[in-house]
């Protein structure tokens, strides 16, 4: 245990401004800690959410509609919880450049289907405090199984990558503006 502490207050100090320890800054740190403090996302409270969900979020999508994105996936349902569901509605994946204010610790949830229409698992996007991940926009990733449990966290290269080409967006696609619930 010992080591795996020290091995989280070297993650916090790649991320924390106020960190005068150093580091080597490289942003490319993988972390999935809990309860790190204002500098983190609280993996913990996240798990809470999805526990509960749908409960507390939004459903975007009218329809499931297919994945350009996601491979593993067929179909997919966007959620969103209820502070920023106004603010993701003005995002148009046929547009860019809606520079959506999203609030502080807002959850993200993209529900996949296979073509059977059965869940097999869900993406999850929560905006971390400022400081978080500069080079990710300070978004925390999540990749969450068919019952919620969250498997892979943190700054995961694969989710940043595609995302990227949305930086006006706030790296967020959106859903169809004719396919909304
Ligand atoms: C190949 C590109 C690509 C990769 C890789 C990718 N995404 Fe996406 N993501 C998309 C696209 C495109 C959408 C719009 C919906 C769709 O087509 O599935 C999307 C939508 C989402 C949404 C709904 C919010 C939004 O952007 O409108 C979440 C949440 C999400 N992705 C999370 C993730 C996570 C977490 C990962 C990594 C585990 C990931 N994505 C990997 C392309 C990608």
Redesign the pocket.
């Known amino acids: 245990m010992k080591h795996s502490t020290l091995l989280l207050s070297l993650t916090l100090c790649v991320f924390a401004p106020a960190c005068d320890s150093g580091g080597d800054g490289d942003g490319e740190t993988s972390s999935s800690g809990t309860d790190m403090g204002a500098t983190e996302v609280d993996e913990a409270a996240v798990q809470a959410a999805l526990d509960a969900f749908p409960t507390g979020f939004e459903r975007i999508s009218a329809m499931p509609?297919?994945?350009?994105?996601?491979?593993a996936?067929v179909d997919?349902h966007?959620w969103?919880q209820s502070a920023g569901a106004e603010a993701?509605r003005g995002?148009d994946?046929a547009g860019e450049g809606s520079n959506p204010t999203i609030p502080e610790g807002l959850i993200?949830?993209?529900e996949q289907f296979d073509d059977m229409a059965a869940v097999t698992g869900h993406?999850?996007?929560v905006k971390g405090p400022a400081g978080l991940a500069p080079a990710s926009a300070d978004w925390w990733?999540?990749?969450a199984d068919a019952d919620k449990q969250l498997a892979?966290t943190g700054q995961?290269d694969?989710?940043?990558?595609?995302?990227a080409?949305?930086p006006s967006d706030d790296?967020?696609?959106?859903?169809e503006t004719d396919n909304r619930n």
Do not use: Q
Not at 65 to 71: D, T, V
Not at 171 to 175: E, H, T, Y
């Open positions: 509609f297919p994945s350009e994105g996601h491979a996936a997919v966007v969103v993701y995002i994946p993200l949830v993209k993406t999850v996007m990733w999540g990749f892979n995961i694969f989710c940043i990558d595609c995302h080409a949305r790296w967020l696609f959106g859903v």
